[in-house]
């Protein structure tokens, strides 16, 4: 079996959107209020990009999409982050997959300066959290201000 995390491309586009849909779905993110209902999911490549201060990372499972995780600033804020749009198949759990997206993203916000990062998710993904906690989130009491995902339920916080 081989891994990769790749960088976004309009290649990976299709099979991005199927994936967030699909997972999002799954744990019963769907509407308006949830990451699978943003308008980037149809064409991540483009919102995603070095110009804009954000970066998306594709992990391939022996050259399959299984999934991708990443990181743009919340809102426009200049010192803040967001881990935005962690999402795995089912076959892509459980491996790791979702802390090297996570830590590649992070290592891109630092490298652009930011000093947090926020998150936020659903408490049915707890498998999510405790990865989110492993890597220094702590959890916030409400999201923070501007937030576009008012149907998380868990709001977290990282200093960089």
Known sequence: MTIEIVEISAQYDQD???IIKQVGQEYGAVGEGFGPSDAEVDNMSQHYTQQNRSRYVVALLDGMVVGGCGIAPFTDSKDTSELKKLFLLEEGRGQ???KQ???????FALEQGF????????SNMSAAIKLYESLGFEHLSAP?????H??????????L
């Open 16 to 18: 991005l959107q199927r």
């Open 115 to 122: 000093t947090r990062c926020y998150l936020d998710t659903l």
């Open 96 to 98: 790791g997959l979702g």
């Open 150 to 159: 008012n149907g998380c339920d868990v709001w977290m916080l990282k200093q």
């Open 144 to 148: 923070l201000q501007g937030t576009a």
């Open 101 to 107: 997206l996570s830590l590649a993203c992070l290592a």
